[in-house]
């Protein structure tokens, strides 16, 4: 008899699936923001993480952070009961934190509260305890500049659950697990892509019972194992998990896509089919020391073989959304000069804490840019204005003449303004015309046309004077130009008066 409840939820979650491959092709399709080739590199803007949906990559987050979280999950739940079919609804609430205290070290942590509803038969109705967490440790390395990522993680569940209401194992079950992450096209115009890769072993601790096993209690929280009694003794009910994550990164958003599978070893017990495995995506956006929301979605494959005994009562959807906020505590300063190596531009080389740009931990030699090092530079954050004068001292000269008429508004920028009154706004000096250049400007030149004669008789009136005295005898000719012939009949032709 198939008693199945309808599921709402799983309906959103199968439409999720389906748009999740596409969102990935559509972020792969825009243009990233990064940096070009040959700049220095740009801290990393996402909130990161290790964790995917069952995997976790090789990549470590950036030392340094700690995050908390608070999330909540949902998944559905066909369990064999009486012979019937049942679909049990189960609810989490989780507190989770994260925690980067070495460049090569991370740890995470989980713990949930749970409930579950619609129970019939053997299953109580509805319940709710303190469940298993989980945690993890993971150690990692870059390797070919980056390119490929190698890391190690132990971990497995925290024993704290209420095992009489069925929410927790009784026992630490150890986890070990092998990651490898290649990054594609991390300075390009594409989305970064990431390629995960993992391998990992549990041992199952409940050796005796296993752990949603039978009948004699309910565990409504996903089957795990058998008791190693069913399958070929202790060692038998250990899983070995296998793996692989297809990731997009861009600005603050990771889009992944994955598969997993378990395996028990060989045994009649559980066939290949009733093993777990699942497709999962998942999705997060954050900024780095600030907030970021985390969504994943989790499918099973796992189908019930009749041929045997075991009944896979996996959920067949699980959704899950975090919540969470990263705060910067402490960090690696490569280079010493207060700025970690997270927000750290120029790693190897130190700020030079000049009061400009001293933020991205880069030395600016030329704070600004004019080509004249701030050692020789006399205004090191004014650009020298290259006008050809006075270039090479690094500061802007905005009167080049120093007459006071700004070279923006200096028609002679070389030449100072004479400031005499006439025409002192232009900054050009007013330079009057001589045409005869007998040195009366033509404004005042009565002939400015003939040179003055510069005799000492009237030479300010720039009209030059035959005869000084006037007597008719000019003055080539005159032998006393100054003093007039008095005409009395005795030498008058010389121009000079005759004494008596």
């Excluded at 008791?227 to 202790?234: E, I, L, P, S, T």
């Excluded at 994943?296 to 906020?325: E, G, I, K």
Aim: proline share 7%; with cysteine; net charge negative.
């Amino acid at each position: 008899m198939l008693r199945l409840r309808p599921s709402r939820p799983a309906f959103f979650g199968r439409v999720l699936a389906a748009c999740l491959p596409a969102a990935f092709i559509a972020a792969a399709a825009l243009p990233a923001q990064g940096a070009a080739a040959g700049d220095a590199p740009v801290p990393e803007r996402l909130q990161d993480s290790v964790r995917l949906v069952r995997l976790h990559s090789a990549v470590l987050p950036p030392d340094g952070l700690l995050a908390w979280g608070l999330g909540a999950r949902t998944c559905s739940t066909v369990h064999l009961v009486d012979g019937d079919r049942w679909r049990i609804q189960r609810k989490e609430v989780f507190l989770t934190g994260e925690w980067s205290p070495l460049p090569w070290l991370q740890a995470w942590a989980e713990l949930p509260w749970r409930t579950w509803s619609e129970g019939a038969g053997w299953i109580p109705e509805s319940g709710s305890g303190l469940g298993d967490g989980q945690w993890q440790l993971v150690a990692g390395r870059p390797l070919a500049g980056g390119v490929l990522h190698l890391a190690a993680a132990g971990g497995g569940n925290l024993p704290v659950g209420d095992t009489d209401a069925g929410l927790g194992e009784g026992v630490f079950s150890p986890r070990l697990s092998l990651a490898a992450t290649a990054c594609f096209w991390r300075d390009a115009n594409v989305p970064e892509m990431r390629v995960h890769l993992n391998a990992a072993r549990t041992w199952n601790g409940n050796e005796d019972a296993g752990y949603g096993w039978g009948q004699s209690g309910f565990e409504p929280w996903p089957t795990r194992y058998p008791a190693a009694a069913a399958v070929g003794g202790n060692g038998g009910n250990d899983i070995t998990t296998l793996g692989a994550a297809l990731e997009f990164r861009r600005g603050s958003t990771a889009l992944w896509l994955e598969y997993s599978r378990d395996r028990f070893p060989a045994t009649v017990v559980v066939s290949p089919k009733e093993q777990f495995s699942g497709v999962g995506a998942g999705l997060r956006w954050g900024l780095t020391e600030g907030w970021a929301a985390h969504g994943s979605y989790l499918v099973s494959l796992a189908r019930d073989d009749a041929a045997t005994a075991w009944y896979p009562a996996f959920p067949d959807w699980t959704m899950s959304v975090t919540f969470s906020r990263q705060f910067g505590v402490g960090g690696r300063d490569s280079d010493r000069d207060g700025v970690v190596d997270r927000r750290d531009r120029c790693r190897d080389l130190a700020e030079d804490l000049d009061g400009f740009s001293d933020d991205d931990g880069c030395p600016d030699v030329d704070n600004d840019r004019d080509g004249v090092m701030d050692a020789r530079d006399l205004a090191p954050n004014e650009p020298e204005d290259r006008d050809g004068f006075a270039d090479h001292d690094g500061a802007p000269d905005p009167d080049n003449d120093g007459d006071g008429v700004l070279d923006v508004d200096d028609l002679c920028p070389d030449r100072p303004e004479d400031l005499d009154g006439q025409a002192d706004e232009d900054g050009c000096p007013d330079e009057l015309t001589d045409s005869d250049r007998d040195g009366v400007p033509d404004d005042r030149d009565s002939c400015p046309d003939v040179p003055e004669d510069l005799d000492g008789f009237a030479d300010k009136d720039g009209c030059p004077e035959a005869d000084n005295d006037f007597d008719g005898i000019e003055d080539g000719q005159d032998e006393c130009p100054d003093q007039a012939e008095d005409y009395d009949g005795n030498a008058d032709n010389d121009g000079c008066p005759d004494a008596d």
